[in-house]
Protein backbone atom coordinates (compact mmCIF):
# COMPACT_ATOMS: atom_id res chain seq x y z
CA UNK A 1 0.00 0.00 0.00
CA UNK A 2 1.88 3.53 -1.42
CA UNK A 3 1.36 5.89 1.09
CA UNK A 4 -1.13 8.54 0.23
CA UNK A 5 0.35 12.40 -0.58
CA UNK A 6 -2.03 15.08 1.29
CA UNK A 7 -2.10 18.57 0.37
CA UNK A 8 -3.51 19.38 3.35
CA UNK A 9 -2.12 19.34 7.23
CA UNK A 10 -3.60 17.01 9.39
CA UNK A 11 -4.56 17.95 13.13
CA UNK A 12 -4.25 15.06 15.17
CA UNK A 13 -3.61 14.69 18.98
CA UNK A 14 -0.32 12.73 20.36
CA UNK A 15 2.97 12.05 19.02
CA UNK A 16 1.84 8.55 18.77
CA UNK A 17 -0.80 9.43 16.61
CA UNK A 18 0.82 11.59 14.29
CA UNK A 19 3.54 8.21 14.01
CA UNK A 20 0.47 6.29 13.37
CA UNK A 21 -0.35 8.72 10.58
CA UNK A 22 2.98 9.16 8.71
CA UNK A 23 2.38 5.30 8.02
CA UNK A 24 -0.43 6.26 5.94
CA UNK A 25 0.48 9.52 4.61
CA UNK A 26 2.96 11.87 4.00
CA UNK A 27 2.61 15.77 4.53
CA UNK A 28 2.15 18.06 7.25
CA UNK A 29 0.98 16.55 10.39
CA UNK A 30 0.60 18.70 13.03
CA UNK A 31 0.18 17.79 17.01
CA UNK A 32 -2.05 19.43 19.59
CA UNK A 33 -0.24 17.70 22.05
CA UNK A 34 -3.85 16.63 23.80
CA UNK A 35 -4.76 19.49 26.06
CA UNK A 36 -1.96 21.55 25.43
CA UNK A 37 -3.75 23.33 22.16
CA UNK A 38 -5.16 25.51 25.21
CA UNK A 39 -2.16 26.69 26.97
CA UNK A 40 -0.41 27.11 23.76
CA UNK A 41 -0.90 30.25 21.76
CA UNK A 42 1.71 29.36 19.36
CA UNK A 43 -0.08 26.51 18.62
CA UNK A 44 -3.42 28.39 17.67
CA UNK A 45 -1.19 31.04 16.04
CA UNK A 46 0.07 27.76 14.00
CA UNK A 47 -3.50 26.50 13.40
CA UNK A 48 -4.84 30.12 12.30
CA UNK A 49 -1.85 30.83 10.08
CA UNK A 50 -2.22 27.68 7.96
CA UNK A 51 -5.95 27.82 7.63
CA UNK A 52 -5.89 31.74 6.08
CA UNK A 53 -4.17 29.73 3.22
CA UNK A 54 -5.74 26.00 3.23
CA UNK A 55 -8.18 23.71 4.66
CA UNK A 56 -7.17 21.70 7.87
CA UNK A 57 -8.16 18.29 8.41
CA UNK A 58 -8.71 17.72 12.13
CA UNK A 59 -8.80 14.13 13.29
CA UNK A 60 -8.98 13.12 16.88
CA UNK A 61 -9.90 10.68 19.09
CA UNK A 62 -13.78 9.68 19.54
CA UNK A 63 -13.74 10.29 22.87
CA UNK A 64 -14.86 13.28 24.95
CA UNK A 65 -10.94 14.78 25.86
CA UNK A 66 -10.98 14.33 21.40
CA UNK A 67 -14.50 15.89 21.42
CA UNK A 68 -13.06 18.63 23.06
CA UNK A 69 -9.86 19.28 21.32
CA UNK A 70 -11.77 18.73 18.01
CA UNK A 71 -14.65 21.67 19.44
CA UNK A 72 -11.33 24.04 20.45
CA UNK A 73 -9.47 23.39 16.68
CA UNK A 74 -12.43 24.14 15.44
CA UNK A 75 -13.05 27.52 17.29
CA UNK A 76 -9.84 28.56 16.17
CA UNK A 77 -10.91 28.98 12.21
CA UNK A 78 -13.57 29.80 9.89
CA UNK A 79 -15.68 26.28 9.68
CA UNK A 80 -15.05 26.41 5.77
CA UNK A 81 -11.39 25.83 6.30
CA UNK A 82 -11.93 22.13 8.22
CA UNK A 83 -12.09 18.86 6.99
CA UNK A 84 -13.60 17.13 9.88
CA UNK A 85 -12.93 13.69 10.00
CA UNK A 86 -14.10 11.46 12.52
CA UNK A 87 -13.24 7.49 13.54
CA UNK A 88 -15.36 4.86 14.92
CA UNK A 89 -15.76 4.35 18.56
CA UNK A 90 -13.69 0.86 19.22
CA UNK A 91 -13.44 -0.76 22.32
CA UNK A 92 -10.02 -1.82 23.12
CA UNK A 93 -6.66 -0.64 24.24
CA UNK A 94 -3.50 0.61 22.47
CA UNK A 95 -0.31 -1.82 22.63
CA UNK A 96 1.45 0.06 24.29
CA UNK A 97 -0.69 1.43 27.49
CA UNK A 98 -0.95 -0.64 30.75
CA UNK A 99 -4.15 0.10 31.15
CA UNK A 100 -7.30 1.55 28.61
CA UNK A 101 -8.51 4.79 27.88
CA UNK A 102 -11.22 6.49 30.57
CA UNK A 103 -13.50 5.37 28.02
CA UNK A 104 -12.09 2.12 26.79
CA UNK A 105 -11.90 2.94 23.21
CA UNK A 106 -9.22 3.16 20.82
CA UNK A 107 -8.02 6.56 19.43
CA UNK A 108 -6.14 7.56 16.49
CA UNK A 109 -3.08 5.53 17.31
CA UNK A 110 -4.96 2.40 17.71
CA UNK A 111 -7.10 2.17 14.31
CA UNK A 112 -6.06 -0.34 11.51
CA UNK A 113 -4.09 1.62 9.02
CA UNK A 114 -6.39 0.28 6.02
CA UNK A 115 -9.10 2.55 7.78
CA UNK A 116 -7.35 5.49 8.24
CA UNK A 117 -6.33 4.69 4.73
CA UNK A 118 -9.69 5.16 4.11
CA UNK A 119 -10.46 7.92 5.72
CA UNK A 120 -7.78 10.10 3.84
CA UNK A 121 -7.87 8.78 0.49
CA UNK A 122 -11.03 11.25 -0.51
CA UNK A 123 -8.25 14.13 0.10
CA UNK A 124 -5.34 12.53 -1.56
CA UNK A 125 -3.99 13.84 -5.42
CA UNK A 126 -5.18 10.50 -6.88
CA UNK A 127 -8.48 12.35 -6.76
CA UNK A 128 -7.34 14.94 -8.89
CA UNK A 129 -8.92 18.35 -8.05
CA UNK A 130 -7.98 21.14 -5.37
CA UNK A 131 -6.07 18.38 -3.95
CA UNK A 132 -3.48 17.34 -7.20
CA UNK A 133 -3.32 21.30 -7.73
CA UNK A 134 -2.11 22.22 -4.23
CA UNK A 135 0.23 18.87 -3.80
CA UNK A 136 1.71 19.96 -7.44
CA UNK A 137 2.32 23.11 -5.80
CA UNK A 138 4.09 22.06 -2.90
CA UNK A 139 5.84 19.77 -5.02
CA UNK A 140 7.50 22.51 -6.85
CA UNK A 141 8.28 24.55 -4.40
CA UNK A 142 12.19 24.53 -4.15
CA UNK A 143 12.62 25.63 -0.71
CA UNK A 144 14.89 23.56 0.69
CA UNK A 145 16.40 23.46 4.42
CA UNK A 146 19.65 24.39 2.69
CA UNK A 147 17.91 28.12 2.01
CA UNK A 148 17.00 28.36 5.38
CA UNK A 149 20.92 28.34 6.41
CA UNK A 150 22.08 30.16 3.19
CA UNK A 151 19.50 32.75 5.11
CA UNK A 152 20.88 32.11 8.66
CA UNK A 153 17.70 30.89 9.74
CA UNK A 154 19.56 27.72 11.07
CA UNK A 155 23.23 27.00 11.72
CA UNK A 156 23.81 30.71 13.55
CA UNK A 157 23.97 32.33 16.81
CA UNK A 158 21.07 34.50 15.79
CA UNK A 159 19.38 31.67 14.07
CA UNK A 160 16.47 31.09 16.29
CA UNK A 161 15.70 35.37 16.61
CA UNK A 162 15.81 35.18 12.38
CA UNK A 163 13.17 32.40 12.20
CA UNK A 164 11.05 34.33 14.62
CA UNK A 165 10.98 37.34 12.63
CA UNK A 166 10.72 35.25 9.24
CA UNK A 167 7.39 33.15 11.01
CA UNK A 168 6.37 36.84 11.85
CA UNK A 169 5.77 38.22 8.43
CA UNK A 170 3.74 34.77 7.53
CA UNK A 171 1.80 34.86 10.97
CA UNK A 172 3.56 32.01 11.81
CA UNK A 173 4.15 31.51 15.95
CA UNK A 174 7.62 32.43 17.36
CA UNK A 175 9.70 29.03 18.62
CA UNK A 176 9.57 27.31 15.72
CA UNK A 177 12.45 24.52 15.50
CA UNK A 178 14.16 25.29 11.68
CA UNK A 179 12.37 22.03 10.64
CA UNK A 180 8.75 23.20 11.69
CA UNK A 181 9.05 26.55 9.84
CA UNK A 182 10.10 24.57 6.40
CA UNK A 183 7.26 22.42 6.35
CA UNK A 184 5.08 25.15 7.14
CA UNK A 185 6.51 27.73 4.88
CA UNK A 186 6.18 25.10 2.02
CA UNK A 187 2.42 24.72 2.25
CA UNK A 188 1.78 28.74 2.88
CA UNK A 189 3.83 30.49 1.11
CA UNK A 190 5.62 30.44 -2.26
CA UNK A 191 9.32 30.43 -3.05
CA UNK A 192 9.29 33.83 -4.25
CA UNK A 193 7.59 34.98 -1.15
CA UNK A 194 9.98 33.73 0.41
CA UNK A 195 12.96 35.10 -0.65
CA UNK A 196 11.29 38.60 -0.70
CA UNK A 197 10.52 37.73 3.27
CA UNK A 198 14.37 37.47 3.81
CA UNK A 199 15.59 39.80 1.55
CA UNK A 200 16.88 37.63 -0.83
CA UNK A 201 16.91 38.78 -4.71
CA UNK A 202 17.28 35.17 -6.47
CA UNK A 203 17.81 31.54 -5.65
CA UNK A 204 21.45 30.48 -4.74
CA UNK A 205 20.56 27.34 -3.27
CA UNK A 206 23.18 24.21 -4.88
CA UNK A 207 20.21 22.01 -6.90
Given amino acids: MDKLKIPYPIIVEGKYDKLKLSLVCEGLIIKTDGFGVFKKNEKAALIRALASKTPLIVLTDSDGGGRVIRSHVSSLVPRDKLI ?4 PRIEGKEKRKSEPSKEGTLGVEGMETE ?93
Fill in 115 to 207: LLYGLLRPFSDENGGEASERLKKIATNPLKKVDLYIDGLTGGENSALKRDEVAKKFGLPEGMSAGALLEALRVIASYEEYLEAVGREEKTQEE
Fill in 84 to 87: QLYI
